[in-house]
T-cell receptor, first 112, second 112 residues
Framework: GQNIDQPTEMTATEGAIVQINCTYQ??????LFWYQQHAGEAPTFLSYNVLDGLEEKGRFSSFLSRSKGYSYLLLKELQMKDSASYLC?????????????FGAGTRLAVHP | EAGVTQSPTHLIKTRGQQATLRCSPI?????VYWYQQALGLGLQFLLWYDEGEERNRGNFPPRFSGRQFPNYSSELNVNALELEDSALYLCASSLAAKDTQYFGPGTRLTVL
């Protein structure tokens, strides 16, 4: 089957580092995405991993291990504006049919 | 460059009615995706259109349907509305099927 798990909520302090984990099970894995979604707004693209390893983009980094079905999003130098939900999504390409399967999201609260 | 646009922003209907939601992709993008985000839940894949054809659909009843026009804009129709159809409906587009999906602001549908 298809399943994506990530923690429901996390809290962190401004200026700190936080790691949001995501584990997945899917039959036709073809890449993993992280999106940020502020309350009432559309998800915005953060990062994409298709090969194992770390992708760094400014304060945000994302890691993927395909053999473990595991990814994490690392946010450094946290700012108040980073308070949002972070969505892990796996692209499933089973039988040539393309779809993104989303986790329920991790709601991150950054405190001063 | 303009992003994905959706209309209307909000839509209020009563049970049994029909709703039509519209989406214009980023210029040059040929793939359009529809997702449902019910309150407190993750994004659920609804439909994928590419080059005017429906390529894949999620686990939703047939009363959820849509189409893609020659200019790649898309329409989602929901017939015989039920209370549980109340949700944020998000449209996304990508340059091609395997590219990153970029989301529009969504249409919030409320069924009374």
């Amino acid at each position: 089957g298809q399943n994506i798990d990530q923690p429901t909520e996390m809290t962190a302090t401004e200026g700190a580092i936080v790691q949001i984990n995501c584990t997945y099970q899917t039959s036709g894995f073809n890449g993993l995405f992280w999106y940020q979604q502020h309350a009432g707004e559309a998800p915005t693209f953060l990062s994409y991993n298709v090969l194992d390893g770390l992708e760094e983009k400014g304060r945000f980094s994302s890691f993927l291990s395909r053999s473990k079905g595991y990814s994490y999003l690392l946010l450094k130098e946290l700012q108040m504006k980073d308070s949002a939900s972070y969505l892990c999504a796996v692209r499933d390409w089973s039988g040539g049919y393309n779809k993104l399967i989303f986790g329920a999201g991790t709601r991150l609260a950054v405190h001063p | 460059e303009a992003g994905v646009t959706q209309s209307p922003t909000h839509l209020i209907k009563t049970r049994g009615q029909q709703a039509t939601l519209r989406c214009s992709p980023i210029s040059g993008h040929t793939s359009v995706y529809w997702y449902q985000q019910a309150l407190g839940l993750g994004l659920q894949f609804l439909l994928w259109y590419d080059e005017g054809e429906e390529r894949n659909r999620g686990n939703f009843p047939p009363r959820f349907s849509g189409r893609q026009f020659p200019n790649y804009s898309s329409e989602l129709n929901v017939n015989a509305l039920e209370l549980e159809d109340s949700a944020l409906y998000l449209c996304a587009s990508s340059l091609a099927a395997k590219d990153t999906q970029y989301f529009g602001p969504g249409t919030r549908l409320t069924v009374l």
